[in-house]
């Protein structure tokens, strides 16, 4: 659960061998028999076995203690994969960011204006 916690979704492999200092697994034969006793706890699941991702071979496990896990989960160890849609998604972010940089600067231009012009009140 720990290294779940702290790494985010991974496959039996990845737990076998990143929980070496924790827990001494035998084998993933062992590590697959601990996950299944987790995903099969009573009352309340937690942890579950996620659907194969494209461009993968094996399936990834994650915890749900923070409730479920999203089915587009990025795994922390393959570069991000940005599709057309998720460019173009990224690009209007950008732009609106643009936007809003562009309308905050010029509030700030004429903040600076008024505060010049009030000032010269006082001299």
């Avoid at 990025?74 to 960011?97: C, K, Q, T, Y």
């Amino acid at each position: 659960m720990c290294v779940l916690m702290l790494r985010g979704p991974q496959t039996v492999g990845e737990l076998h061998q990143r929980t070496a200092r924790l827990f001494d697994f035998r084998g993933l034969e062992e590590v697959e028999e601990t996950l299944s006793l987790l995903i099969a706890k009573e009352p309340e699941t937690l942890v579950v076995r996620l659907p194969r991702q494209p461009g993968q071979k094996e399936t990834r496990f994650a915890h749900l203690l923070a409730g479920e896990v999203s089915a587009d989960y990025a795994p922390e160890s393959d570069a991000p994969r940005e599709g057309v849609s998720a460019r173009h998604g990224a690009s209007e972010r950008i732009a609106r960011l643009e936007q809003e940089v562009e309308r905050l600067s010029r509030e700030m231009e004429s903040l600076a204006q008024q505060f010049v012009e009030f000032k010269k009140q006082f001299e």
